[in-house]
């Protein structure tokens, strides 16, 4: 097999939006580092040099395995970018069990997962935690993907718009304008994730339209037209398209589809 020239495979901007597509990968606490290892180079050699063309990849796994990822991807010439699922708001300190920006930066880590539902929900994770881990983040050159999403009881009584608005606001307000056209929102309906139960496209351009809407009147519609907005919550390669083809939403978060090769690289090659 001919070997594939790296440095071609640069991701093209969306020709319409001019944003760079961004399909993310969450292994949240599975897989230790032989197992990271061996799926990243399965999925590599699933995927074709137009996937990397069409859309960014960002791997995130457990920490243990972001050093073995980094030598893999730097051994093999690999074009996919290091993710990571968390970091402290701190740079470093009495933190047992933290770790900070500064280190993942250190690992080559392009992209930090934050807010994620299940750090909101099983960790107290406040929204304004989650604004202070953003800031550490891009305060090291990486990108926060912050993720936002209603429970189905809030869907229920119509509070979705105020709940993402309530979600957003501390990283809206803390932010220097400028740099918030770094970052990258997931929208995650609580509801949707690992449910088997995805939210229907109508309903995502619906609530990606409110939330574009909601950017451009707090930062300016120039960078709002910057950031970058994922859907997440059971994507899998029969629906992945049909979200990508969304104008609201640049990206996927994906879960339980991206543990197995076969399934994400299908689901990648789908989009
Ligand atoms: C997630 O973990 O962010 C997620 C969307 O999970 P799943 O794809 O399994 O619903």
Redesign the pocket.
Known sequence: MMSRKYDDLVPSPDPVSHRVRLISA?W?MNLNHLEAIALVQKLYHLLRPEDFRYAEISIHPPFTSLRSLQLSFEADRMPFTLGAQNAADEPSGAFTGEVSAPMLAKLGVGYVIVG?S?RRRLFGETSEEVARKAIAVQAMGMRPII?IGETSEQRRTDQTVQVLTEQLDPVLSTYPVKALEGIVI?Y?PIW????GESASPELVEEVGGSLRQLLTERVGSATAAQIRLQY????HPGNAHEFMSLEAIDGL??????LDADTFALLVKSC
């Open positions: 969450n949240k994620h299940e993720c997931a995650e949707a994730i690992g449910s997440g919550g059971s994507v978060l994906v879960g339980g589809a991206s």
